[in-house]
């Protein structure tokens, strides 16, 4: 086999949980092959590398094996190269905590939410 639908191969190695997700992905516009946008039954061949944001995920991978049912994880991992960059950590949001019941913020409150970027605006 030297080729199969992206958003079968998507689906098959598990970066999406269903092929109905894939597709829809595909259809979003969310599904790149070689910096190219894809349609859920564009081709997809070893070597080529499939950008796709699936569930919030930004994914670059490149395809080492083509395959068209599902496998176990193991093998479907063998199926592909990851080259998705590390996702930054250490980079918490403060958070703003108030006692329960202490009623509405303050003035000073309302202040610092403002510097933490965490206001609602409306002004």
């Known amino acids: 086999m030297d080729a199969t639908r992206v958003d079968r191969w998507l689906w098959s190695v598990r970066?999406?949980?269903t092929r109905a997700d894939a597709a829809t992905?595909?259809?979003g516009g969310h599904v790149r092959i070689?910096?190219?946008p894809a349609k859920p039954a564009a081709p997809v061949k070893v070597g080529d590398r499939v950008r796709a944001?699936?569930?919030?995920?930004n994914r670059i991978v490149e395809v080492t094996r083509?395959?068209?049912?599902r496998v176990g994880a193991p093998i479907a991992q063998e199926c592909y190269i990851d080259h998705t960059p590390p996702e930054p950590t250490g980079?918490?949001?403060p958070v703003f905590r108030r006692e329960r019941g202490a009623g509405?913020?303050?003035?000073?409150d309302r202040r610092m939410l403002d510097q933490l970027g965490l206001s609602?605006?409306?002004r």
Do not use: M, Q
């Open 66 to 69: 083509v395959i068209e049912k």
């Open 91 to 93: 980079a918490a949001v």
């Open 104 to 108: 509405r913020p303050t003035k000073r």
């Open 34 to 36: 070689n910096d190219r």
């Open 53 to 57: 944001r699936v569930y919030d995920r």
């Open 25 to 27: 992905a595909c259809r």
């Open 120 to 122: 609602r605006g409306g």
């Open 15 to 17: 970066l999406a949980k």
